[in-house]
């Protein structure tokens, strides 16, 4: 889990927002061009869930709020999914899942 308090904008949220370009800061920095940086965060009422086509959203195909968007909340990201990937494999491992790797019979695998 991130620390509460991580994200400023949005909880974090939206397509190239908070925390997807945090994480693209973390993991391939150089790529990331943060003057250009902006999105939108809709005001959406509380109890109702809108839809939407995303070009009645955003005119630069981001939403909620890169601009904010740093280096050290992408490394709280990715420390937060190794973490719930390696919890995820070890509680396989305790339940002898063996990840798909099983062997086919040569019978079975000419059927595929």
Known sequence: MVPPGTFEVWNGLGHAGE??????????????????????????????????RFDELTDTGASGDPSVATKEKGLKIEEAVLNLLENFI?????????????????EKQAAH
């Open 90 to 106: 070890r509680e396989m491992d305790q339940t002898g899942w063996a990840y798909g790797l099983k062997k086919h019979s040569p």
């Open 19 to 52: 925390g997807e370009t945090s994480l693209g800061l973390a993991l391939f920095e150089d790529l990331i061009e943060m003057e250009h940086a902006k999105g939108v965060v809709p005001n959406l009422p509380e109890f109702i869930d809108i839809k939407w």
